[in-house]
């Protein structure tokens, strides 16, 4: 069976930054459901479209294709008072938008002096490019449920 849309397709992959620093290893193989449900990437999906068990990739992400460039304006120094004691450098936080009606945004504690904290709502991996490696092990058919509610069920994937 080879890729195509409704299909579940089972990756044994791994991630590097561009100077061949592991990202990812893929301790676990990757399970999506394929055909723009956003279980991956839309560029390794387009990639993996026709492909069959055993055949192999390599995808340069560029920033945009994965976790998008980095945005300044998403770094902020707020008020130490706003925080409780125990917060440390690497702690991530949910903050809701002032208006509630877009998504919550996580954002990662990456400083902290005196009376002051610097958050940053970029994902750890903005404006890095990345190599996507992986090796295709597993497709087939998705079942009628999985694709009604868009993910892949059972080993690896969601759970109800």
């Given at each position: 069976?080879?890729?195509?849309?409704?299909?579940?397709?089972?990756?044994?992959?791994?991630?590097?930054?561009?100077?061949?620093?592991?990202?990812?290893?893929?301790?676990?193989?990757?399970?999506?459901?394929?055909?723009?449900y956003?279980?991956?990437?839309?560029?390794?999906?387009?990639?993996?479209?026709?492909?069959?068990?055993?055949?192999?990739?390599?995808?340069?992400?560029?920033?945009?294709?994965?976790?998008?460039?980095?945005?300044?304006?998403?770094?902020?120094i707020?008020?130490?008072?706003?925080?409780?004691?125990?917060?440390?450098?690497?702690?991530?936080?949910?903050?809701?938008?002032?208006?509630?009606?877009?998504?919550?945004?996580?954002?990662?504690?990456?400083?902290?002096?005196?009376?002051?904290?610097?958050?940053?709502?970029n994902?750890?991996?903005?404006?890095?490019?990345?190599?996507?490696?992986?090796?295709?092990?597993?497709?087939?058919?998705?079942?009628?449920?999985?694709?009604?509610?868009?993910?892949?069920?059972?080993?690896?994937?969601?759970?109800?």
């Amino acid at each position: 069976m080879l890729i195509a849309r409704n299909t579940v397709v089972t990756l044994k992959y791994n991630v590097m930054d561009t100077d061949g620093s592991p990202v990812d290893e893929g301790a676990a193989p990757l399970v999506y459901l394929h055909g723009g449900y956003g279980g991956i990437f839309d560029r390794i999906e387009e990639e993996l479209q026709g492909k069959g068990v055993g055949d192999a990739l390599e995808v340069k992400l560029e920033p945009e294709d994965a976790f998008g460039e980095y945005d300044a304006e998403l770094v902020a120094i707020e008020s130490r008072q706003l925080f409780p004691d125990n917060i440390e450098v690497g702690m991530q936080f949910e903050r809701g938008s002032e208006d509630g009606e877009s998504e919550d945004a996580l954002f990662t504690i990456t400083d902290i002096a005196d009376d002051k904290v610097v958050v940053d709502g970029n994902h750890p991996l903005a404006g890095i490019s990345l190599m996507f490696s992986c090796t295709v092990t597993g497709v087939r058919a998705a079942t009628a449920e999985e694709i009604t509610h868009g993910h892949v069920h059972g080993e690896h994937g969601h759970h109800h």
